[in-house]
């Protein structure tokens, strides 16, 4: 069996859950979040606790069991706390920049990049070089860092590029150079 699958998620007080059709919808503080439910498993939701139950005992149900636990979880969390990534710009002249909905990564390409913001997820910039997401949904807000990151990744040299704040880069030596003889 699935440990992450059997353990039961606790429902806060003002969280709102509904289970109908193989969608569950959760709404909290901050907003409302919906998942279709894999076929595999099931819902069960008594007194402020949800379990995901597998239909049979096979591997991917137990799979799906884990899986579908840690997504309603994740709901929960994101409706009432939020989630929040950080990214942190490494290099001379490197810079961001916020306008509307976009960010504006100066980044050493000749022109500016501007990035577009998904609906959902929102960012701040600090002293030019911290970029802050936060949204509801972390598979949103993972997906958008990524993609920021990428237009930029930390290479092995210097270390510049677009880098998660928790992210540590493995230096490389460079050319080691002629000896003189």
Known sequence: MSRVGKKPVVIPEKTK????????????????????????????ITDGVLNV???????????????MRSLVANMIVGVNQGFERTLVIDGI???????GNAIVLNVGYSNPVK?????????????????????????????TAAAIRKIRPPEPYKGKGIKYAEERIRRKAGKAGVTAQ
């Open 93 to 99: 002249g490197y810079r961001a920049e916020t306008q």
């Open 17 to 44: 859950v509904s289970y109908e059709n193989r969608v569950v919808t959760v709404q909290g503080e901050k907003g409302t979040l919906t998942q279709t439910i894999h076929p595999a498993v099931d819902l069960k």
């Open 53 to 67: 139950v597998p239909f049979e005992d096979k591997r991917t149900s137990r799979a799906m069991q884990g899986l």
């Open 115 to 143: 990035f577009d913001l998904p609906a959902g997820v929102s960012a701040s910039v600090d002293r030019n070089t911290i970029i802050k997401l936060s949204s509801i949904d972390k598979e949103k807000l993972g997906r």
